[in-house]
């Protein structure tokens, strides 16, 4: 199978699907955090907990796909960004 998972770093969680051939989604998973903000119009999180985050996605997915099943693997965050690019 040619399956590819697809992650989408979110602001309060990262959500991963794996999607077939076909590009229908056959399955996903979430992992909800929280962002801090230390103050008013600022937003921030630790990059481990997005590391974590993934790894608990990744082996969701390969508990249930093996690696051969799986073709490539993709990435998703819309609005990196810091204060200073304004």
Known sequence: ????IGMDI??????TIVVDEYGQVI????VEYKTEHP???YSEI?????YEAALESLAYVFG?????EI???????A???FSGSR
């Open 1 to 4: 199978m040619n399956n590819v």
């Open 10 to 15: 979110g602001t309060s969680g990262l959500k």
């Open 27 to 30: 399955d996903s998973y979430s």
């Open 39 to 41: 103050h008013t119009g």
């Open 46 to 50: 630790n990059p481990n907990i997005w």
């Open 64 to 68: 249930k796909y093996k690696s051969s």
């Open 71 to 77: 073709a490539g693997l993709s990435f998703f965050r």
């Open 79 to 81: 609005n990196a960004w």
